[in-house]
């Protein structure tokens, strides 16, 4: 809505958006970011979604309408304009303590000591790209700053990360500068959090974990390439909590899930990085955001008829309101994970399939009643498309979510097997597995080219 509102204002037409009173603070903070820092909101007192017709039409009438007249007729700011230093400044001089206060104070830090980035740090991180300090990889919602080489380098010696990781942080944000990411989802409702998918040599080369303990903070690649990931998007993006941060219940950043390559080619699969386009032997990472997880411990069983009924049921029990991004406007961009532990995966090879046939059994054994898939849709998301019969007579959905007529019928929860998305890591002799539901095309999967320096020696 203040999208909208930013073009009518930019063109000289007055407007008025209308804000929920939980939202005031978001509206606020993103009316800066587009440039509008007096953009005009009217209130709507409460949350819609928790009054009664009557409570709402009398709030509108009592108070949303009289300040959406004001606004037309006499605009009056929500913002306040903000300097910000220079890419370059030195903003602070003072010990450990005191610079971590006064990043406490200016919202830079995410609440944990962070490592001073000096001059001197944020150049060994430079001294890992063959980029310019200055390069800028995008323009990032909803503050609309800049991406540059010299911020990544700065919030990466922030993190804790090494400057040898510099290569990842780089193609980290090239990746969250993707429109095909969606970035400017990353405060919504749900709180859903970005996984990192790590690829390729660099896994073993900078020593990320893979084995036990995958997604247990400890390891300090994959624990500090996560938090770099979270403090990139409050310091550049600008998701800053209580304001462009909007999440319910929110997830703390993740630390970087690497794939066990030794297991996938000893059992014929294809890593993530393949999946996402590129060649097995290249570096890379993958980006997703999701909402939430659950383990699925002891999976047990020898053979891939065993175990995959088990993984189906957990795929289904993890899947609610996500398939919004099934059947609406967002057709066909759930793309729900599921990671095997190595014995899994093996166990499912030795019986002879692939991971083609792992996402086809999913596809066609993780399913829900149509009655109960529509209400999920109706009622759960409170959504206005959920008619599974009229979406598939007006073209907009294919005919295996119509098959009969029959309510009972079972209908699937993405839109074609491919779109299931499977990761071999963990403990190498647990039989467990884990499945992320995802949060469709607000954060959908994108993966990049880790490109190396020509100094790399590793």
Known sequence: ?????AVCEEAGVPSSSL???GFLKLAEASSIGLGFPSMPVALVPGHPGAQSAAMLRRNILEVTAAEVIKNLTDASGTGTHTSEPLAQDVVFKGGFDAVNQYFLTNEWSDGLPVVPPTKAKVQEFLNYTDRAASDVLGVL??????????????????????????????????????PAYGVEHSGNTPGGETLIILNGPIVQQL?????????????????????????????????????NDKATFGNTWRVVAAENEEVLKAIGWS????????????????????????VIASVSGSTPEEIMPILADAVVRQTSWQITFTVGGAYGTLRPLVLLSPILAEAIAQG?????????????????????FEHMLRVWADKPIWNLTEEYAAGRIPKVFCESD?????????????DFMIAVTGDPLRTNAYVFAHNGRL????????????SWQF
């Open 1 to 5: 809505m203040l999208r909208a509102s």
């Open 19 to 21: 804000v929920s009173q």
């Open 141 to 178: 919602l909803p503050d609309n700053r800049a991406a540059t080489v010299w911020s990544i380098a700065v919030n990466g010696v922030m993190a804790g990360c090494r400057p040898e990781y510099m290569p990842i942080l780089v193609a980290l944000v090239q990746a969250m500068a993707d």
């Open 207 to 243: 020593g990320f974990n893979y084995k036990e303990n995958v997604l247990r903070d400890g390891f300090q690649p994959n624990t500090s390439v996560g938090r770099f990931w979270r403090l990139y998007l409050r310091n550049v993006a600008g998701f800053l909590l209580h304001k």
């Open 271 to 294: 890593p993530t990085s393949v999946e996402m386009g590129f060649n097995a032997t290249d570096n890379t990472v993958t980006i997703a955001r999701y909402t939430g997880g659950n």
């Open 352 to 372: 002879g399939w692939s991971k083609q046939d792992v996402k086809q059994y999913l596809f066609e054994h993780a399913r829900l009643p149509a009655w109960k």
């Open 406 to 418: 029959d309510p009972n019928r079972l209908v699937p929860l993405i839109a074609c097997a491919d």
């Open 443 to 454: 954060g959908y999967p994108v993966g990049k080219l880790i490109d190396l320096p020509a």
